[in-house]
């Protein structure tokens, strides 16, 4: 009898490796409804299984799907890397049109792939009368289906969570998709039994901790309320509200203990930091304008999000010096240049003239290769500082009254983002940073006039800011917040104008196309989204990055229009290399005129 259930057990999992594509290829699926047991032989009902084999799958399909591109891709959009090729176009962001032909299909395959094992854990635990993986499996989906949601606009959901789904599922409304997922996550949440535990080895996420996930499910409702907040007001701070007054009710992070982080075990799955090639380090520096905004605040996390340079040139009239005045030197690459692969990867004579991902997520050796101890580096999915970042929002907005001010939740963010990062302005790195410029407290940064809260900057401006910095890597989550405030106001490159047939030009890309793989199974479906599912119709990829989704379209065309810096337009506008004498004679020209025109915070943008 063991023997039969384990050979069907690997078959069963032979068979789920085997789905490809958001809509499930298979004429039949394995029986996993408890009261309709498969006919001869063992029944493959989920009575053979324990609800905890589904998980570490449930979880790693959905973060598989997102880390890749979010590294390649997402990370430069939200210019925190400035691209050497590939995305060397920086804002027309070409790349958005192709998230189903790398890693696997992209969020779209491994979203729905993960349903599988969503529907399985969820049925297993219900023949199992197991309440803790009923509503963990209701969590994860709706983590998963908001963020494809927000990616995509409508999408398959009503039909595709079903035990018999169909080839073809139909697109539901991002609006009903929405609420849906929010009433589900308050009962999820509901359900959960705080003192209960899971299994610790498959869980991936809280160590079996179900209090944990318990304060996740009600922390995202509080992300997405902030999310919807221009599309249906009323219903964001009537949630805000119904959870922040009812703490017992809706348990919320308490510390960076909370922290959603998947932690990945170095064996089966290893951080997407290991598994990079040196090359694609080098293909993404870190961007100037992430660089020099912690340059200027004198930040503890600039050593520990990047490393030092390599090189650093020695004359600022044909090439950009780092700014910093510590012994160890951090400076960015230009973000946003429109010209060839070979222009962007050479800005300023290369790679090693520019930092590149710090120790904190990627230790290398001396050929830049990475070693096993960043192969169980986490991966952030929701963390404390975020949510009191939208807690000092909401606040600012007058959407909630909690007895705290905008200011100690923003105050209360900064210092949760250092402590998450271990960020210490006593450190030999900070001081090797900084030297004579370092602070010395988490008082005087935030003192400092442009981080203090009533130093009368825009303070909408500053959460944001700082919001930016500490969600840095933090999957999607960056890409979502910024085209909801469009804050801080990041900049387009002049050149990316000429992009607005193929691309997003000199606004902020809007949402990413459905994949080809969907295109190609589901062809009535999509084509009815394209045209019914967005302000205006996507017949095209210009209309695909200017049409909004629901969620979007109380701001309008024009919320996503970006300010433009002048990149450069000659050989004699970039930095001097060594190999063509063209490159450098009018770089000083260019710097004086250009350079800071990139950062908002000496423009009079904040």
């Known amino acids: 009898m063991k023997k039969k259930i384990m050979f069907i057990r690997l078959v069963y999992i032979f068979l789920a490796l085997m789905l490809v594509s958001g809509c499930d290829t298979w004429e039949k699926d394995i029986n996993i409804n408890p009261n309709s047991p498969s006919t001869g032989g063992e029944s493959t009902s989920t009575y053979d299984f324990e ?47 192709a998230f189903d032909d790398s890693n696997d299909g992209g969020p779209w395959v491994q979203g729905y792939k993960a349903v599988r094992y969503i529907r399985n854990m969820r049925n297993a635990a219900i023949a199992n009368d197991d309440k803790e993986y009923q509503a963990i499996a209701t969590i994860w989906e709706c983590y998963n ?25 139909v697109y539901d409304k991002q609006e009903d998709i929405y609420f849906t997922l929010i009433s589900k996550l308050k009962t999820a949440s509901k ?3 705080p003192t209960s535990m899971v299994d610790v080895n498959t869980d991936l996420i809280f160590y079996g901790d179900v209090s944990k996930w318990k304060r996740f499910a009600n922390t995202l409702l509080i992300r997405y309320a902030m999310y919807m907040a221009d599309a249906a007001p009323d219903s964001a701070v009537a949630l805000l509200n119904e959870v922040l007054l009812n703490p017992v009710t809706y348990p919320i992070m308490e510390s960076n203990t909370d922290n959603a982080m998947f932690h990945y075990d170095g064996v089966q799955y290893k951080s997407r930091y290991y598994s990079l090639e040196s090359a694609k380090m080098d293909e993404a520096p870190f961007s100037n304008v992430f660089i020099e905004r912690l ?19 020695d004359d600022p009239t044909k090439n950009v010096i780092p700014s910093n005045e510590g012994i160890d030197k951090y400076a960015g690459h230009i973000y946003g240049i429109t010209t060839d692969n070979a222009y962007a990867s050479a800005w300023n004579d290369g790679s090693n003239y520019a930092s590149k991902l710090g120790d904190y997520f990627r230790t290398e050796d001396d050929k830049g290769t990475a070693t096993e101890a960043c192969a169980t580096v986490p991966l952030a999915l929701a963390t404390y500082s975020e949510m009191l970042f939208f807690l000092a929002e909401a606040t600012e907005k007058g959407m909630i009254e909690t007895g705290q001010t905008a200011r100690h939740y923003y105050e209360s963010a900064i210092e949760a ?57 933090m999957m999607f989550e960056p890409y979502f917040d910024h085209r909801r405030t469009m804050l801080p106001k990041l900049r387009a490159s002049s050149g990316s104008e000429a992009y607005s047939s193929t691309g997003s030009a000199t606004k902020w890309p809007s949402r990413a196309a459905y994949p080809n793989s969907e295109t190609s199974t589901n062809k009535a479906n999509v084509e009815y989204a394209n045209a019914n599912a967005f302000d205006i119709p996507v017949v095209d990829q210009a209309t695909r990055n200017l049409a909004l989704m629901w969620l979007m379209q109380p701001k309008g065309q024009n919320w996503l229009q970006m300010p433009v810096f002048q990149e450069p337009n000659y050989k ?9 004498a063209d490159f450098g004679t009018n770089f000083n020209n260019w710097y004086t005129q250009n350079w800071n025109s990139m950062f908002w915070w000496k423009n009079n943008d904040n």
């Open 572 to 580: 004699a506008d970039y930095p001097a290399r060594e190999t063509d």
């Open 51 to 97: 609800p905890s084999e589904f998980m570490q799958d449930m979880i790693f399909n959905v973060v598989h799907g997102w880390d890749y591109i979010y590294w390649n891709v997402g990370s430069a959009v939200c210019e925190y890397h400035g691209k050497t090729i590939s995305l060397s176009q920086g804002n027309r962001h070409q790349a958005w049109h």
């Open 145 to 169: 289906f908001f963020s494809l949601t927000l990616l995509y606009g409508d999408i398959p959901y009503s039909q595709s969570i079903i035990d018999d789904a169909p080839l073809t599922p």
């Open 191 to 193: 359900n959960l039994d």
């Open 295 to 313: 340059v200027s605040l004198k930040d503890p996390r600039l050593p520990i999000y990047a490393k030092p340079v390599l090189l650093v040139h």
């Open 417 to 473: 983002s250092f402590e998450q990062y271990n960020a210490s302005f006593t450190s030999d790195k900070y001081s090797r940073a900084f030297g004579n410029s370092a602070l010395n407290s988490v008082t005087e940064y935030v003192s400092q006039p442009d981080v203090l809260y009533t130093g009368g900057r825009d303070k909408l401006t500053m959460i944001a800011e700082q919001k930016w910095i500490a969600s840095f890597l």
